[in-house]
Structure formats: C-alpha cells, structure tokens
C-alpha cells in the first residue's frame, strides 16, 4: 500500500475590523469611520481592503449600537458576506464581540482598526506569513525620532533603541486570542489594554513584529484626514480616456441617444442600436484602462450584436473598470449635430448615463453643440459624439 501524506490546507482567516468608537479626538461632526475620505467613507476604504485580499476568508465589522443606518450607507459591495456585530464602551470590550460573531471554518483572526483605510496588500501579507512561525504578528514601525519627556520643556531624553510604534492588523490564531481575550476579562486587576498584543502577551503568547506602513495610519486627529488624502494623493491611478464616435442618418423616426428613445424624422445606422452616445462613452472607458473599443470587445463582424442595446456593451467596459479597482468619477459627454435638439433631453440622458455609470447623476455632463451647418454633422449627415472619463483607483 502507498501512503500519502494528506496535503496541508491553507488556513482560513477572517478580517476583524473594530468600528465601535465614536471618534472624539478626530471631531467632523460624526464617527470618523464615517467620514469620507477622497470621495468614500472611511470604513469602505477598510472594508475593502481586506475584501480585496484572497487571503481573507470572512469579514466581520464591529459597529456601535446606534451606527446600524451609518454602516449600512458607508459599506460597499463586496466579495465576502459582512457579518456585522455590535461592541461595547472599550475597544477591547469591541474585540471580544467580533471575535464571538467569528463565523464557523476560521483559523487566524486578523484584528484591524477601521480607523486605518489605507492598510496594503503587503502589510496584511506580513502578518499572514509570521503566523506560520509565531502565536500572533503585527506590523510596527521603528521610533526613528527623538524620544523627549517634559512638559512646557524638556526634562530628559528616552531610549529609543528597540521601540516600535504598533499598528494594525494584529493576527492571531483564533483560539488562543479568544482564550487571551477572556483571561484578560476575567482578571480583576486588568488595565485597559492599549491593543491585543498587549492582551495576547499577557496571555503567554509571543508576537512577531511585521514591517509596518507609514500610509497605513490611524486617522486619529483632524490633520490625520489630510495626511491620508495627501499619501492617497501620491499611491492613487487617475486616468482619463477619450472616446470619439460617429453614426450616420438613414431611415426611421427616432434615434437612441444616451439610452433614451429622442424622436426625429430619420434614424441613426448602425450594427447595434447605433447609440452614438453611449459607443462613445464606453470607448472612453476602455481607452482610460487601455483595452482597446467596442470593436475589440463586441465584433461587428458577430451577429450576435445585431441590433444590440447599446448598454451591454457600457456595463461591460463599467464591470471591466471595476474588476480593476476603478472607480468612475466623472463623463463629460458631447454630442455633435444641428438636429434632433438635444436640450429637452439632455436631463434624462444624464440619468440613464449615471445609472449605466453608477455613479451620481452629479457626475456626468451631457452637452451638445452644432457645427455652424459646416462638415458633415452641419449638412445633418449623421450625428458625432465626443466623451471624457475620469477612473480613480485609490
Ligand atoms: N469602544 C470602542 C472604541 C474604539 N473602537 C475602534 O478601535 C479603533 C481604534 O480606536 P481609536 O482610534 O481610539 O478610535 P475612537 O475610540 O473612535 O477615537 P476617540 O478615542 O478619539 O474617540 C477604531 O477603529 C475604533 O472605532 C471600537 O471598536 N470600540
Ligand atoms: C490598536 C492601535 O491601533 C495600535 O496602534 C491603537 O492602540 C488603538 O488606538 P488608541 O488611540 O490607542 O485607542
């Protein structure tokens, strides 16, 4: 008989991010998890970080009691399920009941703050490969300045050597952080803990110390905010794509314009519905992500697209966009002919663009001009489309 030795399975971790405080020190009117930050809450930067990482097995996000409508504005679409649980007045109280709403099949808990949106890919990476060797692993940055006591003045200088300033995500296995965590509750002596490695080392356990991210700071104060909109500013992919496209007239009597049925005595040619507007955005997007036209995607050559609408081909340069972490910020739209008048339509053009986009209607301009019956659009030949969009990868 052959014996083999049974492949060993990944461990399955889940993310724990603590959203159960109130955020005094940073002010704004509202929990800073809340906040947005270059254009979307705080906490959907977090959440989808660890959404993002295939490492993450399950997301579980600690919200005060009263946060409930503030979370479920702010949380973006994911991959994992969201399981949401409410804590408690300490953050360590708000620890221990995400790790009891844990689901069933986890092997390592990741215990990250909220208030750290910009959390990468290479820090959670740290952690993940310390916990094959260590009991638990979080990321930190050397002390690099001075370290003064005083008060108005300075009254002596502290040794730096071996000093390190702690971040999150603090990984554990799931057993023995749950088994810390309930020791730490149960001692009648315990002090506030200023985080779970203090917790998870009080408990016996020994902690590896994973390299650590300026940008992934904890947006603590006001300026915090502009310090991460400034670090964001400098990682962030911003591109433009144009788009250009032009349908000639023939027989009907109505054109597609932007998704919208706008009458007129001849209508557009085309393979598809021959939507000149929304050909012309979705070239913009797939120039934006450098993959090629409409051509390249939905062959006019392919029957399969005759007389096509054109929102496919719109929703799949806008899932394509999204499958790369894009996030569409703005479309400026013009469209170029002496008729049909595009003005009495040009509002329910942006709405059915902004649906398309899904983004707010805010965000996308539809506009029109003529050619002073010059060129072709001037001899009412056909109608010509022009577009720009902004995609913004945090
Ligand atoms: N009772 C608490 C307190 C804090 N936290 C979370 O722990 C993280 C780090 O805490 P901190 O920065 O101190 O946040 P706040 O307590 O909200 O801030 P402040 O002390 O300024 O009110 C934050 O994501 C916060 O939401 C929590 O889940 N439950
Ligand atoms: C856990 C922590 O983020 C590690 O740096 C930090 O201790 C929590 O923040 P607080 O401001 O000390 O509550």
Redesign the pocket.
């Known amino acids: 008989m052959v014996e083999t030795t049974p492949t060993p399975t990944a461990p399955r971790a889940a993310a724990l991010i ?9 002010g704004g009117g509202m ?3 809340y906040r947005d930050l270059a254009g979307q809450p705080v906490i959907a930067r977090t959440i989808a970080a660890f959404d993002a990482h295939p490492a993450i097995a399950a997301l579980v996000v ?1 919200r ?1 009691a009263d946060d409930a409508p503030l979370l479920a504005a702010a949380r973006p679409g994911t991959r994992l399920p969201l399981v949401e649980a409410v ?5 360590d ?3 221990r009941a995400g790790l009891d709403a844990i689901p069933e099949g986890i092997d390592l808990v990741l215990i990250h ?4 949106p910009l959390v990468s890919a290479a820090v959670i990476d740290g952690v993940l490969a310390a916990l094959a060797t260590h009991d638990g692993a979080a990321p930190a940055l050397p002390v690099t300045d001075a370290l003064w006591r005083g008060e108005a003045t300075v009254t002596g200088t502290e040794d730096r050597t071996g000093l390190w300033r702690a971040q999150t995500p603090q990984g554990f296995r799931l057993p023995a952080i749950r088994a810390a965590h309930a020791a730490h509750l149960s001692d009648p002596a315990r002090p506030a803990a200023a985080d779970d490695v203090e917790v998870a080392r009080a408990h016996g356990l020994t902690v590896a110390i994973t390299p650590g991210d300026e940008a992934n700071l ?3 104060t006001a300026a915090d905010f502009d310090r991460a909109t400034r670090l964001m500013e400098t990682r962030m992919d911003i591109r433009t794509g144009n788009g250009f496209d032009v349908h000639r007239f023939g027989p009907g009597d109505h054109v597609m314009l932007c998704g919208v049925k706008v009458p007129h005595g001849r209508g557009l040619q085309g393979h598809s519905d021959a939507d000149v507007g929304l050909h012309t955005v979705t070239d913009a997007i797939y120039g934006a992500l450098c993959a090629g036209d409409i051509g390249t995607h939905f062959p006019p050559s392919d029957p399969q697209w005759k007389g096509a609408e054109s929102h496919i081909f719109l929703t799949h340069a806008v899932d394509m966009a999204a499958a790369q972490g894009f996030a569409i910020t703005h479309a400026d739209l013009t469209l170029i002919c002496e008729r049909p008048k595009i003005g009495p339509h040009a509002a329910a053009m942006r709405a059915r663009l902004a649906e398309l986009l899904r983004i707010d209607m805010g965000r996308v301009s539809v506009k029109a001009t003529t050619t002073e019956q010059l060129g072709f659009t001037g001899r009412e030949e056909g109608i010509a489309a022009l577009a720009t969009v902004t995609l913004v990868k945090p």
């Open positions: 603590v959203a159960g405080g109130r955020g005094l020190r940073a929990p800073k998890q600690v005060h804590g408690g007045a300490t953050r109280a708000s620890v703050d909220a208030a750290r904890k947006l603590t």
